[in-house]
């Protein structure tokens, strides 16, 4: 079985500053994690995804996430968060060996970036 | 940019009522997940299909509600009859799975309200 977990269901952060969103994560193998990011009325969007390789990896509008086997983990990050990253971020975990591509959600961490 | 579109957006109705939601998956995905999101059980996986079979459904409640893909480019989620409780936004995604590392691709949702 697999499962994700995300800590923090809201995460404050002013404009500027650095921003985390943790996410860890349970696989019987080894994993595939995901970041999504879902603004007001909109579906998920893709965000980065790590296979892998480099634990560090970069994605969309600035985020990058870094994978730890050790601790299971694969923090979200952005060196300096805008206003406009306000919004539901999701963590998510595929086993490598699930061919059919289900995904494991976690429950979601609402970032609010004050200006 | 390929997208997952789905129909209608909104849809209100009174308990009792069919619903019918349809999805455009992206061309070439063969993939086709349906999910439900609530505030207080987040995202929910209902139902998914791999090249329009259904391969798991056990997240749907199997006497009102039902899941198919008449073809490649269209599935459906069907709730009879609809009740209070079945109001959410629900969401559609698709992805490929000759390589499981590649995310799933939302759609922006059906947001449902039952009277």
């Known amino acids: 079985a697999q499962s994700v977990a995300q800590p923090e269901d809201q995460v404050n952060v002013a404009e500027g500053n650095p921003l985390t969103v943790k996410c860890t994560y349970s696989?019987?193998?080894?994993?595939?994690l995901f970041w999504y990011v879902q603004y007001p009325n909109r579906g998920l969007q893709f965000l980065l995804k790590y296979i892998t390789g480099d634990n560090l990896v970069k994605g969309s509008y600035g985020f990058e996430a870094e994978f730890n086997k050790s601790q299971t983990s694969f923090h979200l990050k952005k060196p300096s968060a805008l206003v406009s990253d306000s919004a539901l971020y999701f963590c998510a975990v595929r086993d490598m060996g699930d061919s059919w591509g289900k995904l494991q959600f976690g429950a979601g961490t609402q970032v609010v970036v004050t200006p | 940019d390929a997208r997952v579109t789905q129909t209608p957006r909104h849809k209100v109705t009174e308990m009792g009522q069919e619903v019918t939601m349809r999805c455009q998956p992206i061309l070439g995905h063969n993939t086709v997940f349906w999910y439900r999101q609530t505030m207080m059980q987040g995202l929910e996986l209902l139902a998914y299909f791999r090249n329009r079979a259904p391969l798991d459904d056990s997240g749907m409640p199997k006497d009102r509600f039902s899941a198919e893909m008449p073809d490649a480019t269209l599935a459906t989620l069907k709730i009879q009859p609809s009740e209070p409780r079945d109001s959410a936004v629900y969401f559609c995604a698709s992805g490929l799975t000759v390589n499981s590392n590649q995310p799933q691709h939302f759609g922006d949702g059906t947001r449902l309200s039952i009277l």
């Open positions: 696989v019987s193998g080894n994993p595939y």
